[in-house]
């Protein structure tokens, strides 16, 4: 199955486990493509493009509590946790709380927010049990994926209630305190051709502490519960049914003002999220091996973070086709439709303009796997997407695998990508700084959005080694140049002198442009390495330099602080160990080096793992993170929002399936 | 947005393991109302490593658990209701196969002509995917009952005449 259909990967349902296999149907049986080695690496030989698949075995023995700790593993992707609710999380580079480039889909449901143009990982509480994998695809996903697929796209996809049969209860307690619980069961309806499953989990998060022995007023709690049930309708036809229902919410430490001004003294401030999804998808298998698939979901929260209220409603309907025509080409064309509403009521610091705005994203896709010779593939395809702010996009790519042998690999890449515009960029009025220069003078500083904000746009190049060099070592290197225009900046313009009832005030309106560019290189390596059938060592090592440029009539400051926020060299190394077959010590260790802006100085990381499986039921785990220093700052402040450090903790937890 | 659309991969032996553990609710055995174990045999080479003691763990089919037996040529194999055959000279494999006649054991096998040689279901690779070739009169002389479903998804073939080709 490894066929990449999408740009890529999308096609993937690796890991069927044995037990997977066993509850497929005949005719998906038939279906399955045979892989000379059921190894993740054999099957991406097709794939030019940078992947790294993180399996549900690899999630469970990473002793990871939360999504982005897991997403740590896949070298290249720079994850650093702001405060204990928030994470900045991007691929190659432009790291943020609200990193835009990269788009984060759950099940095919697209996470990325449009109002502000980044993920809320906070709302990504699923149970790490749920998830069958994820792919992690590095570079523009944008010809199969669309808009804001820039840097890579994150895929997360959860097991077939068909895997997750009977019940599964776990309970964890930490240092801190921090705690999860959660319960799932799942069973079988209509004499077997439906499955089902529930789940219902709570997490709380203390307070960090700081170093001056305060607290830093970022404990939160949250609740999250859902379903998932798939049905095989015919020997063809199956049908999936999935939603989730959230409430989390939180404090946070804060300043007023975005901007360093006197008398802005911290203070801590609640935050809640809340919301909803639905989400049902069919597809249908064809006698000739074509394939189809229809999905519909529907996606609403509210949230009130940093006091500004906001809530968003999604409504999204796609079609794919799967075509194998001949034996040379393999087709996958597809077309969708999104309609979304954001309404943020006009605040005292923030609102946008206008408060309520629904718009439509129209796309359409084609993409073709050409099988040039032997073993020589040339995918070439575009997305044509019409969305409200910038009119009709186009994303096209041309990739080119060649696999010499069985064992290797090369490829190479040309893509183009684009951001949309959020609705910040196009319509925010907002009070970043604001304080007395002199007796009845204000001087305040304010964000207007620009209705004329265009798409930033990377134009990549990718060239990529894949090889499964002995039967226990395989290595995957990847090198990119990336040149990206129009990259958002923000303009001050000439000051504005009003005269009020509390006295003069002098405004420095700045305006949101697009007088940023960037050249970006670098490289990823990763290796896996069996050293013997009880140990496995995986190291990883990124590079990437950012050079951003402003437009000679720039007068922004935003870009290069935003450019820096990647540490230009990172390492890492797992080592995933059996003891015996019931007890396992797992290790990772984490390097970063400084970000070259300053903002955050070098750390290591290191988080170990022993599990001990009782029977056949249990299993009990002790996990410690952030071992080496009692506390490590990963991101520190962003804008207003103050950065606590990430703990060092340890818990153990407790597993239990019946 | 976008979801997965092609199908899956997987090794071949654990497809093909799938395969057996798949067949016992499409075929209807003489000793239908018995309840001892499903007997899955593997006859010669085990291609198989742990896959296929891994997909029917903890498995039933009709409240009968499943039983994985592994036999050398010339040892009794006809007490198993599924049976693969691993690779075996052409003439051997004759020999097995007409020993086995009138058992009531689905033979299932993956070499090349192994309906022709008188076995039941063939799980040759036709490209990189399972293609199944049944020889419905080889099941239906040992007293088998094939589901119209499976015989709908394969290719039916006959076996060649004794002495043929």
Not at chain 1, 233 to 256: A, E, I, K, Y
Not at chain 1, 548 to 569: E, Q, R, V
Not at chain 2, 6 to 12: I, K, L, T, V, Y
């Amino acid at each position: 199955m490894f066929r990449c259909v999408g740009v890529l990967v999308l096609a993937t349902v690796t890991a069927w486990g044995q037990a997977g296999l066993g509850d497929a149907s005949l005719e998906q049986l038939l279906n399955v493509e045979v892989t000379s080695v059921s190894k993740k690496e054999q099957r991406l030989s097709r794939t030019a493009a940078a992947v790294f698949v993180i399996g549900h075995e690899d999630i469970r023995r990473s002793g990871a509590q939360n999504l982005p700790d897991v997403l740590r593993m896949a070298p290249g992707v720079e994850v650093a946790q702001i405060d204990a609710n928030a994470w900045a999380i991007t691929i190659r580079g432009f790291d943020s709380r609200f990193s835009n480039k990269v788009l984060v889909l759950v099940d095919g449901r697209s996470v990325y927010n449009t109002g502000f143009s980044g993920v809320y990982w906070d709302q990504l509480d699923m149970p790490l049990e749920d998830i069958e994998r994820i792919e992690v695809i590095r570079g523009p996903g944008a010809t199969v994926w669309g808009a804001n697929a820039v840097n890579g796209v994150i895929d997360i996809i959860t097991k077939s209630s068909k895997a997750t049969q009977g019940g599964l209860a776990s309970a964890s307690v930490s240092s801190d305190p921090d705690s999860q619980d959660m319960l799932r069961y799942g069973g079988r309806v209509a004499s077997g051709t439906g499955a089902y499953r529930a789940f219902a989990k709570y997490s709380r998060t203390a307070d960090a502490n700081l170093p001056s022995g305060a607290s830093g007023f970022d404990g939160w709690s949250r609740i999250h519960g859902g379903f998932r049930s798939d049905w095989d309708l015919s020997p063809r036809d199956s049908l999936t049914v999935q939603g989730d229902l959230f409430s989390n919410r939180g404090s946070q430490t804060r300043l007023q003002w975005f901007y360093p001004a006197p008398n802005d003294p911290p203070f801590a401030q609640t935050w809640a999220a809340a919301g909803g999804n639905l989400l049902s998808r069919w597809n249908h298998t064809s006698a000739g091996g074509s394939d189809m698939s229809l999905q519909a979901y529907y996606d609403t929260y509210r949230r009130d973070d940093l006091g500004l209220p906001e809530s968003e409603k999604t409504f999204d309907l796609d079609y794919r086709q799967h075509i194998a025509a001949g034996s040379r080409h393999d087709i996958v064309f597809g077309a969708g439709y999104r309609i979304s509403n954001t309404i943020v009521p006009p605040g005292y610091q923030i609102s946008l303009t206008p408060a309520n705005r629904t718009d439509s994203l129209y796309n359409t896709f084609i993409q073709d796997e050409i099988r040039v010779a032997d073993r020589l593939w040339l995918t070439l395809g575009t997305k044509v997407e019409h969305n409200a702010y910038t009119g009709f996009e186009y994303e096209p790519s041309a990739r080119l695998a060649w696999a010499p042998t069985e064992r290797q690999t090369f490829w190479a890449a040309a893509s183009r990508a684009i951001r949309q515009p959020s609705r910040e960029e196009i319509g925010v009025i907002a009070e970043v700084l604001d304080y007395p220069i002199g007796p009845y003078t204000m001087l305040e500083t304010r964000v207007l959005g620009n209705p004329r904000f265009h798409s930033e746009e990377l134009r990549d190049y990718e060239i990529g080694y894949r090889t499964q060099w002995t039967k226990n070592v395989s290595l995957d290197v990847t090198g990119f140049l990336s040149f990206y225009r129009h990259l958002g900046t923000v303009e001050p313009q000439s000051p504005i002198v009003q005269a009020g009832p509390a006295g003069i005030v002098v405004i420095v309106p700045v305006l949101s442009d697009n007088k940023g560019s960037s050249t970006n290189y670098g490289t990823e390596i990763a290796l896996n390495w069996k050293v013997s059938t009880r140990w496995r060592v995986e190291p990883g090592y990124s590079f990437l330099r950012v050079n951003t440029h402003l437009d000679p009539a720039s007068g922004d400051t935003s870009l290069i602080t935003l450019g820096g926020n990647a540490p230009p060299h990172t390492f890492q190394v797992r080592s995933l160990l059996n003891l015996s077959s019931r007890l396992q010590w797992d290790h990772t260790l984490y390097w970063m080096q400084k970000m070259p802006n300053g903002l955050t100085p070098s750390y290591a990381r290191l988080d170990s793992r022993i599990a001990w499986k009782l029977g056949e039921s249990t299993e009990i785990s002790l996990v410690g993170q952030n071992l080496l220093r009692p506390r490590t700052v990963q991101f520190g402040d962003t804008f207003n929002l103050l950065g606590t450090p990430a703990q060092r903790s340890v818990f153990g937890k407790i597993t239990w399936s019946f | 947005m976008g979801f997965r659309l092609a199908a899956q991969s997987a090794g071949e032996y654990e497809l093909k393991a799938a395969f057996l553990y798949k067949f016992a609710s499409f075929v209807e055995w003489p000793d239908a109302l018995s309840n001892g174990p499903l007997c899955i045999g593997v006859l010669g080479q085990d291609p198989f490593g742990p896959a296929l003691d891994g997909v029917v763990k903890g498995k039933s089919y009709q409240g009968r658990a499943f039983e994985i037996r592994r036999f050398k040529p010339g040892q009794e194999s006809s007490k198993c209701q599924i049976l693969f055959i691993g690779a075996l000279e052409p003439k051997k494999l004759r020999e097995v196969l007409s020993r086995l006649q009138g058992a009531a054991v689905l033979t299932v096998g993956d070499v090349p002509g192994f309906c022709e040689s008188g076995g039941m279901v063939d799980l040759g690779l036709s490209g990189n995917k399972v293609q199944l070739e049944i020889n419905v009169e080889a099941a239906e002389k040992a007293g088998l009952h094939l589901n119209s479903r499976l015989l709908s998804l394969a290719k039916i073939v006959r076996a060649a005449p004794e002495g043929g080709r």
